[in-house]
Structures are given as C-alpha cells and as structure tokens.
C-alpha cells in the first residue's frame, strides 16, 4: 500500500440526493472528488484560489467554492452541482433556460457557476434589482459574455420562478 | 492533486482541538479555508497535519455579555451579516462585513479566520481597530485577552503561537449616541479594498463630538487605529473638521506602493474616505436623537 492510499479517509456525502462513500486522500479538493471521483464535470476549475467562481456548488444550501473545500470536509454535508439542477434534457430548470433565451453564455465554461450561484441568490432574494444580481454574481467572472445578458437572464428566471413553480430546496 | 499531502484531524470541542494541536508540529487550524486553501493550493502553506475546527460548537456563537459583543472564532461572515444583533449593537461590522469578498466567500469565510491571517485591507480588521475589541487566545494551558492592535504584529503575523486558538472576539457595544461608516475603494467589487476608512462618532450636548475612532486599512502594514480627536471633539462636525481630521491621519501614515496602487494616490484615497467616512458617521450619530 502506498503512501497516499494509507492515508485515505473515508467521506459519505450527498451529491445531487444521491449518498456516495468513497475513501479519498485528505488533500483531495472537493472539485476534484466532484470530477474525478464522481464523473460530475459540470463543477468547472478556472483559478483554484477562489477568484473565478466557475466551482462554485452549493453546500447545505450555500453557495461555496468547491476549490476551496477538501472532499474530508463534506462529511454528512448535502452537495448539489450543476447536474442536479434539471429533470432531463426536455425539463430545463427555469434558470437555465433563462440563459439559453437571453444569450447568457457563449462558450460556457463560467455557467454552472454563475447558475449555481445565481440558485443561491433568488432562494435568498426572488425579486432582486438589477444592482443585487451583480453584487450577487460578483465572484463569478465570464470572459465572453459582458455580463449583460447574463443579468438579463438572472432577471427572466427570476420573474419566471416567482410566477410559476414552487421554490426549489435552497436556502440561501 | 494541488497542496502537498497532509494529515486530516477533525475535531468537535476545545479540550480536543487543545490536544490535536500539542501533539503535532507543523499542523495548522483550517476554519473557512478561504485563505488557507489558496495558500495550500499553490503551495505555499505546506501544513503536514490540517486541524478542522468547523465542527466545534463551543467556537460558533454569537452573543451578548453585558456591554459586550461576543463572536466565536467559527462565527461566518454571512451569519454576522444576517445577525439582528450584530446589526443593532455593531452595525459598523454588519456593513464592513458586507464588502469582504463575494457571497461564496462570505458563506465559508470567518471574521476569526481573516483576524489571524491578518491582511493589511482586511475588513474585518479596519472595523475591529475602530470598535477597540479584544481578541481571546486559549491553549490547553489558559487564556490571555489581547487588545487587537496589540495581536496584528504585521502583514500576515499576528501574536499567537503555533498551539494556541483564537477562540473569541470581543467588542465594546458604542455608546447610545454613536453613528459609524464604512468606506472603501477596491478595483472591482470583492476584490481587496485598496484603502477602507471605519469610523465611529459620538456626540453630546450641543451635537458636539464626544468621542471619535477611526481605522483605515491598506495604508501601512496592517489595519490601524489614528487619533484624530484633537481635531474634532468638543465641536460640531462638518467639512472643515473632517478635512482637519484627514491632515492628521496623513500627517500620521506613510502609505507605500504595492502592487495594486502607488502610496501617494493612496495617500489621496485615505484622505477622501477618511472625509466622507467621518461625516457620514456624525450623521449617523445625529438621527439618534438627542
Ligand atoms: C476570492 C477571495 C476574495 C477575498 N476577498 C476578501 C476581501 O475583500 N476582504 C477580506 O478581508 N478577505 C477577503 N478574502 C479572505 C477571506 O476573508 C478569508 O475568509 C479570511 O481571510 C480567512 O478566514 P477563514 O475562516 O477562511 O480562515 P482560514 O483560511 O481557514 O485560515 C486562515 C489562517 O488563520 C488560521 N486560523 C483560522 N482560524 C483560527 C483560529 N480560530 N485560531 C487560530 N488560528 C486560526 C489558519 O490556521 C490560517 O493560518 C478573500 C478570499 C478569497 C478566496
Ligand atoms: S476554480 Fe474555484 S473559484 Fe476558480
Ligand atoms: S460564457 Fe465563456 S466564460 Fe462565460
């Protein structure tokens, strides 16, 4: 047994409602244990020290950093990513057709994290300003778009989710 | 696989957390990880032992003891934004609290954590200068309360040994009469302010300043405290006062280049915030009534 392998720790998380054990090395970020351990390659890594946002995932309900998390630490925790978010290809999530119909992504990279990031922000504030969306995308950069249609879109899905569905499990 | 390879401790109470960190050399605490894991990401923490004190309950509390605000280390910035009574008793820190980072950072992120890390713009820490708090540091051995301009010692070093715990922070609740602000200027939202201003005033009879304390940030090695007392107590406050108030702070700093903004344009900065951070805060001060 090598080094790495005796040093393992086994985690037991929930990703998406599904409980997964594994036995991971402690230094093993939680995007990586997404990525590499789960095949959920939606949780994009841009920087790894926190800047870019393109990891962020949502941990009991919070938007987080998923770079910025060892996989050890989300023992017990609920981890919802981006494959969680809609019921198959023909039921998107209302934010994620928001940005399809307002050109809120070109080449995507940045969207699972500004969609994880912009759950967070309507579960806390489902009727935000246009000033609230930035301030609450902020941490999330695109190097396409201009941001314009992305708030835009935050602001279509936001009309869309208080007219229509029921709230989705998020808490903040 | 990015940081070096280390050991995982996870611990739930104090007495445990104690023993964890005098059985190894070289571990360290990770609270929110939002500065440790970057470091460790690019390797330059090499911690071999990673002692995890998000579990511990006796750290995450937030509470009133008689004029005292008491924040436990595990307290995250988002839940002290949230707080009603962070809000009512400091809303000075509620508001400074508010420009650290983005949402994502803030819902790991703790003010314990940012304190012991000790940046020279951190919020957090401008806001505490300003709020005269104390800082608790435990180890197995007992407890020592150290005035926080006494725990930054400089950028990045604070007074606390490798086996000791930052487990509380403590801050005078301000007379009735007080308004404070906060003001700060970063590049872009969330990033680290270049400079930020946290004031506190408060007045007496006649609307007469009673009391000042001002912090600035990013203007010298950590955040730091300036008496600008002589310029303004005993007298309303208005433009006049405030740009006194602002020669003594510049008479009293020395900015230096870095590598976001050169001394003298923060030299220009500090003065402008100091101004308007004063007056808003005498403003504050004032719609408490009489
Ligand atoms: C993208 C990004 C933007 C940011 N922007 C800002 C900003 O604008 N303003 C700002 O102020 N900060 C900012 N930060 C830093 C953030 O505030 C950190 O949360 C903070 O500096 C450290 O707190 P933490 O809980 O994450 O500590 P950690 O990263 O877990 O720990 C930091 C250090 O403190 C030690 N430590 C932590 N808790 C204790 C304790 N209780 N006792 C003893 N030692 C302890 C650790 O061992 C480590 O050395 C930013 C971070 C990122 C990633
Ligand atoms: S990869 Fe996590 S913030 Fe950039
Ligand atoms: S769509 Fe390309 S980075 Fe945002």
């Given at each position: 047994m090598n080094e790495a392998a005796m040093?393992?720790?086994?985690?037991?998380?929930?990703?998406?409602?599904?409980?997964?054990?594994?036995?991971?090395e402690p230094r093993l970020l939680l995007s990586d244990f997404l990525r590499n351990e789960l095949g959920l390659t939606g949780t994009h890594v841009g920087c790894e020290h926190g800047k870019c946002g393109a990891c962020t995932v949502l941990v009991g309900g919070r938007a987080v950093r998923a770079c910025l998390m060892f996989a050890v630490q989300a023992e017990g925790k609920s981890v919802e990513t981006i494959e969680g978010l809609a019921a198959g290809a023909d039921a998107l999530h209302p934010i994620q057709r928001a940005f399809i119909?307002?050109?809120?992504?070109?080449?995507?990279?940045?969207?699972?994290?500004?969609?994880?990031?912009?759950?967070?922000?309507?579960a806390a504030n489902p009727a935000p300003t246009d000033q609230e969306i930035r301030a609450g995308l902020a941490g999330n950069i695109c190097r396409c778009t201009g941001y314009v249609n992305i708030v835009k879109a935050v602001r279509q899905a936001a009309n869309e989710m208080r007219t229509t569905a029921a709230p989705e499990g998020v808490s903040k | 696989?990015?940081?070096?390879?280390?050991?995982?401790?996870?611990?739930?109470?104090?007495?445990?957390?104690?023993?964890?960190?005098?059985?190894?050399?070289?571990?360290?605490?990770?609270?929110?990880?939002?500065?440790?894991?970057?470091?460790?990401?690019?390797?330059?923490?090499?911690?071999?032992?990673?002692?995890?004190?998000?579990?511990?309950?006796?750290?995450?509390?937030?509470?009133?003891?008689?004029?005292?605000?008491?924040?436990?280390?595990?307290?995250?910035?988002?839940?002290?934004?949230?707080?009603?009574?962070?809000?009512?008793?400091?809303?000075?820190?509620?508001?400074?609290?508010?420009?650290?980072?983005?949402?994502?950072?803030?819902?790991?992120?703790?003010?314990?954590?940012?304190?012991?890390?000790?940046?020279?713009?951190?919020?957090?820490?401008?806001?505490?200068?300003?709020?005269?708090?104390?800082?608790?540091?435990?180890?197995?051995?007992?407890?020592?309360?150290?005035?926080?301009?006494?725990?930054?010692?400089?950028?990045?070093?604070?007074?606390?040994?490798?086996?000791?715990?930052?487990?509380?922070?403590?801050?005078?609740?301000?007379?009735p009469r007080s308004g404070s602000a906060f003001r700060e200027l970063a590049k872009r939202v969330g990033d680290f302010a270049i400079v930020n201003v946290a004031a506190l005033v408060s007045?007496?009879?006649?609307?007469?300043?009673?009391?000042?304390?001002?912090?600035?940030?990013g203007v010298a090695e950590t955040p730091?405290?300036?008496?600008?007392?002589?310029?303004?107590?005993?007298?309303?406050?208005?433009?006049?006062?405030?740009?006194?108030?602002?020669?003594l702070v510049d008479a009293l700093s020395d900015p230096q280049d870095d590598n976001v903004a050169g001394g003298e344009y923060k030299r220009h900065l500090a003065g402008v915030l100091v101004k308007q951070a004063l007056l808003a805060a005498y403003i504050d001060a004032m719609a408490k009534g009489a």
């Open positions: 040093k393992a720790i086994r985690v037991t998380t929930s990703v998406n409602g599904t409980s997964y054990t594994r036995a991971v119909d307002c050109h809120g992504l070109q080449c995507g990279f940045c969207t699972p994290g500004m969609i994880n990031s912009t759950r967070a922000l309507l | 696989m990015k940081p070096k390879p280390f050991d995982y401790v996870r611990v739930d109470t104090l007495p445990a957390l104690f023993s964890a960190l005098a059985a190894h050399d070289n571990a360290k605490i990770i609270a929110g990880g939002q500065s440790l894991v970057p470091m460790m990401n690019f390797r330059v923490a090499q911690p071999e032992v990673l002692v995890d004190i998000n579990g511990v309950e006796a750290l995450n509390h937030v509470g009133r003891d008689g004029d005292w605000l008491c924040i436990g280390a595990m307290a995250r910035y988002q839940d002290l934004i949230d707080s009603p009574l962070v809000r009512e008793s400091l809303p000075l820190l509620s508001e400074a609290l508010g420009h650290v980072g983005y949402p994502a950072i803030r819902n790991r992120g703790t003010l314990g954590g940012s304190v012991v890390h000790n940046d020279p713009s951190a919020e957090g820490g401008v806001a505490l200068c300003c709020l005269g708090a104390e800082v608790v540091v435990a180890s197995a051995k007992g407890e020592r309360v150290v005035p926080i301009a006494e725990f930054f010692v400089t950028t990045y070093l604070t007074d606390i040994a490798p086996h000791e715990v930052l487990t509380e922070i403590r801050i005078p609740v301000p007379l007045v007496g009879a006649g609307d007469k300043v009673s009391a000042v304390s001002l912090a600035l940030g730091l405290s300036f008496d600008v007392g002589p310029a303004v107590i005993g007298h309303p406050l208005d433009a006049a006062r405030a740009a006194e108030a602002a020669r």
